[in-house]
């Protein structure tokens, strides 16, 4: 093993950019991995060492290496809601439809947790399917309803979703869709927008 691999993880972990570019210097494998599989680069991501990444970015790292849990570093951004360091992978160009354990692209959990000005910028500055459809059925709109708390931050992403062109008439495996979710849960005013912007069954949508 390279012996200067654990010194560019332990870096990396930390957010230690110096100690990150001198092991680099002196031949550690930029592609490293952990016992865990995660490389320097990801490791920056869960940290969220944006300074480090930038570094490792600018180094040629792999935004899409996947760890044992297959997170990768672009995958982790949708879960930690980091947008600096969403935007700093994306000059990395990394793969948008890689999916993680569930089988969901970085906008589900993002949409799950809250994260607005995650799933705001990724939206908007990327061409990430809002439509994806993870192994449980879900997409990011469903998460948000079905895994949210129906407050303001899951009322604001359940329409940055659908102004995204999110399709509200999406149903999980059971044939449920969000605002009948939103029902169920007595989010009354997701319940609400997803009503009105809802195509009436064989006729435009309908006004709000």
Request: proline share 5%.
């Amino acid at each position: 093993m390279n012996a200067q691999n654990p010194h560019l993880l332990a870096a990396a972990a930390t957010g230690d950019t110096a100690g990150v570019r001198a092991a680099l210097a002196a031949g550690a494998d930029l592609e490293a991995r952990d016992d865990h599989r995660r490389t320097a680069l990801l490791l920056a991501a869960l940290g969220d060492h944006v300074d480090t990444a930038e570094a490792l970015v600018a180094a040629g790292a792999d935004p899409d290496a996947q760890d044992e849990r297959a997170d990768s570093a672009w995958l982790v951004t949708g879960v930690t809601g980091s947008v600096p360091m969403m935007r700093t992978l994306l000059p990395a160009a990394p793969d948008l439809r890689l999916r993680n354990r569930y089988g969901g692209v970085s906008i589900i959990p993002a949409a799950e947790r809250g994260h607005v000005a995650y799933v705001r910028a990724v939206v908007r500055e990327t061409d990430i399917d809002v439509d994806h459809v993870n192994r449980l059925g879900w997409t990011a709109l469903l998460e948000a309803v079905i895994l949210g708390d129906g407050g303001p931050a899951h009322q604001e992403i359940v329409e940055l979703l659908i102004t995204a062109g999110a399709d509200p008439l999406l149903a999980d495996h059971e044939g449920v869709t969000a605002r009948q979710h939103a029902e169920r849960r007595g989010f009354t005013a997701i319940a609400d927008f997803l009503r009105a912007v809802s195509p009436r069954p064989g006729g435009p949508a309908a006004d709000r």
